[in-house]
């Protein structure tokens, strides 16, 4: 499987893939306004995680490496899981790619895939309250803003807010029909 942009590549995550997943869940510009560092063995078990073989009918992220076609660069991850009739989308890209597009470039081209390939049409995202970066992704992507959840999430003994986001393409969907 991959999936291409004009920029792009995404493919799915592999064992050679460690390091950099590590290095996506440690550092600090990256996860500040995502999660607190979690331990080793916490990262390994997400990393084991994604590595199984995703089908829609699995309850296994789908976890694709984001990287540059032209350089080769490896430049962040996307995916999605599928829970209780939504695929929830996540996505986390390397600091020095920020406010590049590649997050909206990314994102874009995994929903138009899901929709035509495997006509999934309800999409969510919940983003920590001041993650700005990640909610001008969702909104260029065509999410909404479906609710705020107060002091929801603690990221280093503060609470914030969840901003709850969905996308149904199902009417554009049905109408390609």
């Known amino acids: 499987m991959k999936i291409e942009t004009?920029?792009?590549e995404l493919v799915p995550i592999s064992e050679n893939d460690w390091s950099f997943f590590l290095r996506l869940h440690t550092e600090k510009k990256i996860i500040s306004l995502c999660f607190d560092e979690p331990s080793i063995e916490v990262i390994k078990a997400k990393f084991?995680?994604?590595?199984v073989t995703w089908d829609p009918s699995s309850d296994a992220w789908l976890c694709l490496v984001i990287s540059d076609k032209l350089s080769g660069?490896?430049?962040?991850?996307?995916?999605?899981v599928i829970q209780d009739g939504f695929a929830e989308v996540g996505y986390l890209l390397l600091p020095e790619f920020h406010g590049k597009q590649?997050?909206?470039?990314?994102?874009s081209a995994l929903l138009e895939w899901a929709v035509t390939t495997h006509k999934i049409t309800n999409y969510k995202a919940v983003v920590t309250e001041g993650n700005l970066g990640s909610e001008r992704v969702l909104v260029k992507c065509g999410f909404q803003l479906e609710s705020i959840v107060p002091?929801?999430?603690e990221i280093s003994g503060k609470l914030y807010a969840?901003?709850?986001?969905?996308?149904d393409n199902k009417v554009m969907y049905d109408s390609r029909i």
């Not at 084991?48 to 590595?51: A, D, F, I, T, V």
């Not at 660069?73 to 999605?80: M, P, Q, Y």
């Not at 969840?162 to 996308?167: A, E, L």
């Open 6 to 8: 004009k920029r792009l």
């Open 48 to 51: 084991e995680s994604r590595l």
């Open 73 to 80: 660069d490896t430049i962040g991850v996307t995916g999605f």
């Open 102 to 107: 590649y997050g909206t470039e990314s994102l």
């Open 151 to 153: 002091e929801a999430y």
């Open 162 to 167: 969840d901003h709850v986001y969905h996308r």
